[in-house]
C-alpha cells in the first residue's frame, strides 16, 4: 500500500517539478532581457548609424557587416553569411506630384514610388483621373473610360477589422498588381492610396509587380498618403476634369550579392534537429526601418544571447536567421531553404519576428493541431506576462519556404494597431521603437524557444501513428 501511495504521489509531484523548473528559466529570462537586454543598443546602431536597408544598397551590406561582427561576439558555435543575389532598385531623386484643378493653380500632395516601379518619362506624367476602389473596377470601365488617364486605386484599409493585418491584405492587392492591370486598359500611371488606417501626409511604399508586362508597356505607381488621397477624391467629387501630375526617377538595376547573416547554437543531443529564429535584415529607404524589421532582427539576435546568459544548454541547434530581401523579392527566405533542402538539414520548428517592435500579445503558429495542443498547455507559464494568444494562423515570410509536412511554424505577434502607422513610410524609425516593449518581445521568443526546445514539437509520423 505504502508503494502505491508513493507512486501516487511522485506521479502527482513530478509535473509541479517540471513546472517550477520552467517558470524559473522563463523568470530569468524576462528579468535578463529587461534589465540586460542587447536589442534596443543593436537597434540603435542599425537606424541611427546605417539607416534604410534597401535590397542591394550599402547599407544593406553595412548592416549584413554589423549584424555578424555582433553575432561573432557573443561566442557562438557557428557565425557565417549565406550569399544570395538580390535586385536592387534605386528610387532615385524625390517624388513630386500635384493636383491642378485649372491651369496654373495646383496644389502638391506627398507620395512616393513603389517599389520596383519603372520611371515616369523626364517630363512627368500629367492626366485626368479615374479613381476606382479597387483592381474589379477596371473591367467595368473598360479601356474606353481608362486609356491615357491616370487610376485612382483609393480602396481604405477597413478600420472594423480588429487585425490591422487582416485589413492590410484586404487591399495591398491594389498597390502589388494595381499597376499591372491598369496597364492593361492604357492607363498612363497609377495613383496607390496609402496603407495605413491613419490619416496624414506619409506616403507608404511597397513591393508591386508587372508580371510578364514587357518593359515598354509599364505604366510609372506611386502611393499618396491618406491625407493626399482624401483630398483628390474630395476634388475629383467637384471637379472630374482636374488633372493630376507627378514625377518620379526611379531605376532598376541589375541583381547584386548580397547575404543572409547566420548564427547557431549547436545542440547538446539532438544537434542535427535545427531550430530557426528570424527577421529580415533588409527594409525600405523612406525610414531607418525600426519596426520592418530591425525589432525582428534584433530580437532574433537576443534571443540566442539571452538562453546563453541564463545557462540553458539547448538540446537542439539554434539558428539565428538575418534574411535579406524580404521586401521586394523574398530571396533570402528562399535561399535558405534551398540551401537547407539541398544539405539535407533537419529544420523541426521556426520563429520569424516581422510584425514591429511592439507589446507582445502571443504567437500565431502554422502547424498541426497536436503541436498546437502542447503549445496551449504552456499558456499558464506566459500569463504572468501577459502574454495570451496562441492560435492557428500565419507564421512568417521568409520562413514560409522551409514549410514542409511536421515542421511547425511560429510568428510571433504584437500588438498591430499602430504598426500601419509607420510600415514602409518616413517615420518608421528607431524613436517610435520602445525600449521595454522590444525587450518583451525578445523574452517571449526566447522563452518559446526554450520550451520547444526542451520538449521538442510533435513529429508528423507519430501524429499519423
Not at 502574454?387 to 500588438?415: C, Q
Amino acid at each position: 500500500m505504502r508503494t502505491i501511495l508513493l507512486l501516487i504521489l511522485l506521479a502527482v509531484s513530478a509535473p509541479i517539478v517540471a513546472q517550477s523548473e520552467d517558470e524559473k528559466q522563463l523568470r530569468a529570462i524576462y528579468d535578463m532581457a529587461l534589465t540586460n537586454g542587447k536589442a534596443y543598443d543593436w537597434l540603435n546602431h542599425l537606424s541611427n548609424q546605417i539607416g534604410g536597408r534597401l535590397s542591394g544598397s550599402v547599407q544593406a551590406q553595412q548592416a549584413v557587416d554589423y549584424t555578424k561582427g555582433q553575432l561573432d561576439s557573443l561566442g557562438l558555435d557557428r557565425v557565417w553569411l549565406q550569399p544570395v543575389m538580390v535586385p536592387k532598385w534605386v528610387r532615385g531623386t524625390p517624388e513630386f506630384a500635384y493636383i491642378e484643378t485649372k491651369p496654373g493653380l495646383t496644389t502638391n500632395v506627398p507620395i512616393c514610388a513603389l517599389g520596383g516601379s519603372v520611371a515616369t518619362p523626364e517630363g512627368g506624367v500629367k492626366a485626368k483621373v479615374v479613381e476606382v476602389q479597387g483592381i474589379e473596377d477596371l473591367e467595368k470601365l473598360g479601356r474606353e473610360k481608362i486609356e491615357g488617364n491616370i487610376v485612382f486605386y483609393n480602396r481604405p484599409m477597413d478600420p472594423k477589422l480588429i487585425s490591422t493585418f487582416a485589413s492590410y491584405s484586404g487591399c495591398v492587392d491594389q498597390r502589388y498588381s494595381g499597376a499591372a492591370e491598369a496597364g492593361k486598359y492604357g492607363a498612363a500611371g497609377v495613383i496607390v492610396r496609402s496603407m495605413t488606417l491613419r490619416l496624414d501626409d506619409y506616403p507608404h511604399t511597397g513591393s508591386m509587380a508587372y508580371g510578364d508586362t514587357p518593359v515598354a508597356n509599364r505604366v510609372p505607381a506611386a502611393a499618396i498618403s491618406t491625407q493626399g488621397a482624401e483630398l483628390l477624391s474630395t476634388t475629383l467629387k467637384l471637379n472630374p476634369d482636374i488633372k493630376f501630375y507627378f514625377k518620379q526617377s526611379c531605376k532598376q538595376f541589375d541583381d547584386v550579392e548580397s547575404f543572409n547573416v547566420i548564427g547557431e547554437i549547436r545542440g547538446t543531443t539532438h544537434p542535427n534537429e535545427i531550430m530557426v529564429i528570424g527577421g529580415h535584415l533588409d527594409s525600405w529607404d523612406l525610414g531607418d526601418g525600426s519596426h520592418d524589421d530591425g525589432a525582428g532582427c534584433v530580437q532574433s539576435m537576443d534571443v540566442l544571447r539571452l538562453l546563453k546568459e541564463t545557462g540553458y544548454k539547448p538540446k537542439r541547434t539554434l539558428r539565428v536567421v538575418l534574411f535579406m530581401n524580404e521586401e521586394n523579392g523574398l530571396r533570402g527566405g528562399n535561399k535558405y531553404a534551398e540551401v537547407a533542402r539541398n544539405k539535407n538539414e533537419k529544420h523541426v520548428f521556426a520563429l520569424e519576428s516581422d510584425a514591429g517592435g511592439f507589446t507582445p500579445r502571443g504567437f500565431s503558429f502554422d502547424c498541426s493541431e497536436e503541436n498546437l495542443a502542447q503549445v496551449q498547455s504552456w499558456k499558464g507559464l506566459f500569463e504572468p506576462y501577459l502574454i495570451h494568444m496562441f492560435v492557428k494562423g500565419y507564421s512568417g515570410a521568409d520562413i514560409g519556404p522551409l514549410k514542409h509536412e511536421g515542421l511547425v511554424l511560429a510568428g510571433l505577434r504584437p500588438d498591430s494597431q499602430r504598426y500601419f502607422d509607420h510600415h514602409h513610410a518616413e517615420n518608421d524609425t528607431f524613436e517610435h521603437v520602445n525600449k521595454r516593449e522590444l525587450e518583451l518581445g525578445t523574452a517571449t521568443m526566447a522563452s518559446l524557444v526554450y520550451l520547444m526546445d526542451k520538449y521538442g514539437t510533435i513529429p508528423d509520423t507519430k501524429i499519423k501513428g
